[in-house]
């Protein structure tokens, strides 16, 4: 259970930073100056996409051997790696001014989010463990952890941390579990009934 949390949780947040998302929430944090209105439509959209995204993952862990599985997120997890050292570029034709700030944060990040390589990475951490629940709580607080600091102290932060290196290390992180799901491909696959064994929703 604890490592289903802990891992989801530092994968996602060490790969938020310098996402699109996260430069969503400073943007939103800076318009609105409601900082805890923004983390709180930031919860509500996460939770909705995560969750969706965790039910696809268990789902088609369900449907594939635990071999064939392991070779896939081995690919994904790699593909991930990746593509967070791409730095991300945030489209500002939205209109942000409409609905009021709650309204307006949850629908834009849920949007953001659907095709993120945050939102395929939590399809990919469901179907490595095998629980909604436990992966969709670990990347929303994951999620939290690398946006609070974007809407409270974004401009604070954002001269004093190199986004290079935090790519980097996310990428680390993508690349860790991609070589452990390639091992367990090579030597038999994902014992999946232990995982729901030790991570049922």
């Known amino acids: 259970m604890f ?9 996602v947040a ?9 430069l969503l929430a400073f943007s939103l944090a800076s318009r609105f100056r409601r900082p805890w209105v923004v983390i709180t439509g930031i919860l ?15 789902w088609v862990s369900s449907h594939v ?13 790699i593909g991930f790696g990746l593509w967070t050292l791409k730095p991300d570029t945030l489209d500002e034709t939205q209109n942000t001014g409409r609905f009021g700030a709650l309204l307006t944060t ?15 990475a939590t399809v990919a951490l469901a179907a ?10 670990g990347t929303t607080f994951g999620m ?4 609070g600091p974007a809407v409270f102290l974004g401009d604070k932060l954002a001269n004093k941390v190199q986004m290079k290196w935090v790519r980097w290390f996310a990428a680390s992180l993508f690349f860790i579990f991609g070589l452990l799901s390639l091992w367990a491909a ?8 232990a995982a729901m064994s030790n991570a049922t929703p």
Do not use: C, W
């Not at 490592?3 to 530092?10: K, L, P, R, Y």
């Not at 939290?144 to 946006?147: I, K, Q, T, V």
């Open 186 to 193: 090579l030597h038999g696959g994902i014992d999946t009934s």
């Open 14 to 22: 060490a790969s938020e930073m310098g996402d699109k998302t996260q």
């Open 144 to 147: 939290l952890a690398a946006n």
């Open 128 to 137: 490595r463990y095998q629980s909604i629940s436990l992966v969709t709580f």
């Open 106 to 120: 949850i629908v834009l990040f849920f949007l953001a989010e659907m095709g993120d390589k945050t939102q395929f």
């Open 65 to 77: 051997s635990p071999r064939v599985m392991a070779g896939i997120l081995a690919v994904l997890f």
């Open 44 to 58: 509500i959209a996460t939770l909705a996409n995560h969750a969706l995204a965790a039910t696809l993952g268990t």
């Open 3 to 11: 490592e289903a949390i802990f891992g989801s949780f530092v994968l």
